[in-house]
């Protein structure tokens, strides 16, 4: 009998939700401060909640985080649902903050990792949050001291390393799942103080895990009415075994080349990509896309914490990359709003081109990456973009590129005019292919072509 069939749905425990004001003494402990200064410019709005119920069998109480615009009535009807990481942080807030706000969809912080909730909130303000609570389990800085990083190993004993590593986080917050799902239904009950039409579950590198998690593990969970949770999928930036359909869902992968184990390697941390088993063909839910020249974060727009930490890396001449992975997760997720929504079909996958079915990628002549979504930094390019800076932790998740000498801007180019004709038209092809919208092409045009050969 096959596996599917022996699964039977479980219909999650209907939450109870509590607002939680804020006053002059008490405040939201915010995980991710990147960028939450853009919230009165764009009307918007953060509230703070309560979430408890029954997950895994025992009892539980957990943080939502809710940003919405001020006017419900311009309000889209699409919520973002991002799970907070187990060490704290929320990624996909980081990368699609502005795409959100302008377009009127609201985001939801779910802290569902027991680690992250316990020690990076609930320990930080035991006041606000004394009611939060989970089954017993390890904290996030017993994971934290724990991440594999050698620079003497091979790349299959540095990836065995880091499996075993990741095995140990599920045991760690087996109630994520269905706090997850839970979430999702408060959303659309109005209980949060809108009523979502559509629901998007994602994340980014260990999020992007638990998202992938909850495709293959928790297929069979239904909201408390019985309907399904999530109308789509987005796991970014994280990896494993090629992910199956989800059932009468959407599904996006979003991986950036520095997820590689050939990218990732000199830098002693191992790759979230085993050769290239993460591949499957596109059908009517699902599509992957591979980014050339992607870092696993952005240091483009980085956070006044990212200049601290980066500011004593040295980078022997090279500088931090301008690689916009923001600009690209715009597309990614308006590409899933369009699919979930309206059925507008989106781009097929494509793979970046490697040696067989290796992790070792094709280069050009600059040593940029061949094939994947192309983007104007790899087809007009300024320099050679490394997607992992080696020198190990903070500066491996970070892009850099080596810059073109004046000379060999003219070598390649000719011309400044040359240039921004290329550049021109790089930009109009990836708007064409739908990697980049037209509100962050005009941001390229400002910021990058019009600033080169100055």
Known sequence: MATEILLVNLLVWKPTTTF???DETSKAVILEPYHVDLLPVYGYTSREYLISGVAAGQSYCTRLLLRTPTDKTKFSGLVI?????????????????RWLMRNGHA???????????????????????????????????????????????????????????????????????????????ALRSGELGIKAQKVILTGLSQTGGVTRRFITHSAHLRLPDGSLPFEGFIPCQSGGPALPDALQAKTIELLGE?????????????????DTIHRRMDSDSFRIYEVAGMAHRESRYPSSRDVKNLAGVDLHGAQWSTFPNSFIYHA???????????????????????????????????GNALGGVRTLHTDVPLGRLVAATPKGRP???CGSEWCFSNQKLFAVYGSVAEYRRRAGEAIQRQIESRFLLPEDAEILRRETVEQSFL
């Open 20 to 22: 939680l004001p804020e």
């Open 81 to 97: 649902e991002e799970p907070s990481h187990l060490w704290g942080g929320t990624s996909i807030w980081r990368h699609t903050n």
């Open 258 to 274: 520095s997820e590689f184990q050939s990218v990732r390697f000199p830098c002693g941390v191992s790759g979230q990509l085993k």
């Open 107 to 185: 985001w939801l912080e779910v802290d569902s990792q027991a680690p992250s909730a316990i020690e990076k909130i609930k320990n930080v303000d035991p006041a606000r949050y004394e009611d939060m609570h989970f089954i017993p389990c390890l904290l996030a800085k017993d994971f934290a001291e724990n991440i594999p990083f050698v620079t003497d190993i091979s790349k299959e004993a540095l990836y065995e390393n880091y499996c075993a590593f990741k095995a140990k986080w599920w045991p760690a917050t087996p109630q994520s799942p269905e706090i997850l799902a839970a979430a999702s239904y």
């Open 395 to 397: 500066s491996w998740y």
């Open 332 to 366: 990614v997720f308006e590409a899933m709003e369009k699919w979930i929504t309206h059925d507008v079909i989106p781009p097929m996958s494509v793979p970046i081109k490697t040696v067989g079915s290796s992790d070792e990628i094709l280069r050009d002549e600059h």
